[in-house]
């Protein structure tokens, strides 16, 4: 398989971002599972922690919980409810709320994603050239080796005809003296 050269394009990466920062507004910031890593020998995959704009409240009772949720309310955060993420109470009694980020902190963690996203992006297109680069100078070393090769066979060829030919000149030599 052909490889070619891949070059920066901003349409693709603007998919991208815009599909990792639609991801960004559904999610929870927390750290969890990251599949899209190497997993070790073990076979566990590595934690990572995923920016998101909603934010988990857990506190020991939902007294607590709304205690939290009002100094969040007062600095800029808002409720969240959605079917995922609903107000409940564990079995333990622990109170769990969700919050949305405020916008100047979403914008932040926007920045972050988007050089993050960037990053690999471009890291992605390198890696990928480099494959490029060492499957071409691959097939050079092939081709060169036989290049070099049909030219000794060409050599060896030329040399065993001289050789024939001396060969034949002293027969004949030898046929003539007698």
């Known amino acids: 398989m052909t490889l070619t ?6 349409q693709e990466l603007q998919a991208y971002i815009d599909a990792e920062l639609a991801c960004y507004a559904i999610r929870l910031d927390a750290v969890d599972i990251d599949t899209s890593a190497e997993p070790d020998s073990h076979g566990y ?7 998101g704009a909603i934010e988990k409240i857990v506190a020991r009772n939902l007294f607590f919980a709304m205690t939290a949720l ?3 309310i007062d600095q800029g955060y808002k ?3 959605s079917q ?5 109470i ?6 769990i709320l969700f919050v949305v980020k405020p916008e100047d902190l979403q914008d932040e963690d926007k ?16 890696a990928h050239n480099l494959k490029v680069f060492e499957q071409e100078r691959a097939a050079m070393l092939i081709e060169e080796e036989e290049a070099r090769k049909a030219v000794l066979a060409e050599q060896a060829a030329k ?6 030919k001396r060969v034949q000149q002293r027969l004949r030599g030898m046929r003539g003296a007698k």
């Open 84 to 88: 995922a993420c609903s107000p409940e």
């Open 45 to 51: 995959y590595p934690r990572k922690h995923f920016l």
């Open 5 to 10: 050269i891949k070059k920066h394009d901003k």
């Open 159 to 164: 040399a065993e005809a001289d050789i024939e």
């Open 70 to 72: 009002q100094e969040r």
């Open 111 to 126: 920045a972050k994603i988007i050089a993050e996203v960037t990053a690999k992006y471009e890291a992605d297109i390198d």
């Open 90 to 95: 564990s079995p333990t009694g622990a109170g």
């Open 79 to 81: 409720i969240f409810i």
